[in-house]
Every structure is written in C-alpha cells, then in structure tokens.
C-alpha cells in the first residue's frame, strides 16, 4: 500500500467519525472548530500526494469543501457522509490494484 492510499484511507475514518450524528458535532463544536482546520490541512496534503502519484483526487477537494462548510449542522453531517464514502471506496479501489 502506497501512501496515497494510506492518507486516502485515514482521511476517510477521520471523516466518518465526525460524520456520526450529535457525536461528530459535539466534538467539533467542544474542540472551537479545530478539528475542522486539521481535516482541512489533512486533505490537502492527500491531494498534494494523489497529484504527484497521478491517482484520483475528487475525495480530497471534497474533503477540502467539507472542510469550510462543515460547520453547518444538518449540511455538514451529509458532506461528511459523502466525503468519507468517496475517500473508502477510493482508497479501497486502490488496495486491490
């Protein structure tokens, strides 16, 4: 596994787990939105590696939108939703080439 892949799997658990609902916002809203700023810095430096190994990098620049609009309840839940199955599935088509 390349790591591309590893970022493209651990940025899609990260996404999940703010995905889950109340949890995943109360912890956003308990830590002042940091978590948000991390996710962010975590999806560009997964799209800066997806660029330079030329592998599919739609899931971090969602990533990176989920990552400014997030705060938005009920908005955010769904990106988070979205972003984490795009980055899972990806990461697993990955694995198995």
Known sequence: MNRTTLLKWISGICEGLLAI???GGT????MSWTPLL???ALHTITL???IKD???SAGSILGMITSFIG???LVG???HTITSLVLLI???IETKK
């Not at 912890?27 to 308990?30: A, D, P, R, T």
């Open 90 to 92: 990806d990461a697993a």
């Open 71 to 73: 705060a938005i309840p």
């Open 38 to 40: 991390f996710m962010f």
């Open 27 to 30: 912890f956003i809203l308990s």
């Open 48 to 50: 800066v590696f997806s």
């Open 21 to 23: 609902p109340f949890a």
């Open 77 to 79: 839940w769904v990106m």
């Open 54 to 56: 030329a592998r599919f």
